[in-house]
């Protein structure tokens, strides 16, 4: 048996093996979980491999700089068709332009991932730890498209990767987007885990603005502990820039607190509206509906989907 069918036969059972779960789902709810575990990850290898080629070419042609956009649009898309998980920006789209800028999120489960493929901008890289650099496909295209590594276990050369990347913001008005709590959080309710204070001293040596983004308490589709993921769109706001023009140093553990209250805060009053918003929507898609009944009419009803390191 060839190599070529062996890889055949492996991708045909995984593809088997996913529906299967799905259908089971319908009975048995946590069966669906699993089966949108495999189908994230086998979007994730797919968008991987096409970021891949997305880079060398792109590189090749002088647009490097849009390599992770390019792959982070596709996996948008391919996560929504199998999974139904979908991040929406509520509020702040305008500041997306920003640049160069440092972008921060909160950071809550693996799913983050997709949120950077729907807020990431053109000519913006992710920050990651340096393991990942080492994992095949995912870590080739990381480091093809321009991430900027950070050995956690070894400060000088992390400050080395921070050196180089504040340069790299001023000569060619790079940004990146770091995850300044360092880790997933896994919470159930609206919290921030202690920043860490790379990305401020980033954004203080570069001198550009910084960015933060929330994303809403998403516990309600999915959670790890719970064995739980379910289809559903995840609000997302995008704060005004900051400033850090004229900071130094000696400010960073002033700008470090004032931007983890600000986030917090929004992610609260997320999390305080979050029914008033799913009975907004539902009215929405009902009126929508009634309107298509009166009128012998087909109108699309809009549909509520579902289901980076920090230094």
Request: glycine residues 8%; positive net charge.
């Amino acid at each position: 048996m060839s190599l070529f069918s062996y890889f055949v036969s492996g991708l045909t059972s995984y593809a088997a093996l996913t529906l299967s779960l799905f259908g089971l789902s319908i009975k048995f709810p946590r069966a669906g979980f699993f089966a949108r575990c495999l189908a994230a990850y086998a979007c994730l290898i797919f968008c991987a491999s096409y970021g891949v080629l997305a880079s060398i070419v792109l590189r090749l042609v002088g647009y490097g700089g849009v390599s992770q956009w390019a792959a982070g649009r596709a996996f948008q898309l391919v996560m929504r068709l199998s999974t139904g998980s979908r991040f929406e920006i509520i509020e702040g789209q305008e500041h997306l332009t920003t640049r160069p800028a440092v972008f921060l999120g909160n950071h809550q489960t693996e799913l983050d991932v997709l949120l950077l493929g729907t807020m990431f901008p053109p000519y913006c890289a992710v920050t990651a730890k340096k393991s990942l650099k080492r994992v095949p496909v995912l870590g080739w295209f990381m480091a093809l498209s321009g991430t900027v590594f950070i050995d956690r276990g070894n400060r000088q050369t992390a400050v080395t990767a921070m050196d180089g990347a504040a340069e790299l913001m001023r000569r060619e008005r790079q940004s990146v987007f770091i995850f300044p709590e360092g880790t997933r959080s896994y919470s159930a309710e609206p919290m921030l885990l202690p920043f860490k204070k790379g990305a401020f001293h980033l954004a203080v040596k570069a001198g550009v603005d910084i960015v933060p983004i929330v994303a809403e308490n998403y516990s309600h589709l999915l959670s790890v502990r719970e064995l739980k993921f379910n289809a559903g769109a995840i609000r997302v706001k995008v704060l005004p820039p900051i400033p850090t023009k004229g900071l130094t140093p000696a400010d960073v553990d002033e700008l470090t607190t004032s931007t983890r209250e600000k986030m917090l805060a929004v992610l609260t009053e997320m999390y305080k509206s979050r029914e008033t918003w799913q009975a907004e929507q539902k009215n929405t898609q009902g009126e929508v509906a009634a309107a298509a009944s009166s009128s012998g009419g087909k109108i699309a009803v809009p549909h509520a989907s579902s289901t980076a390191v920090g230094i």
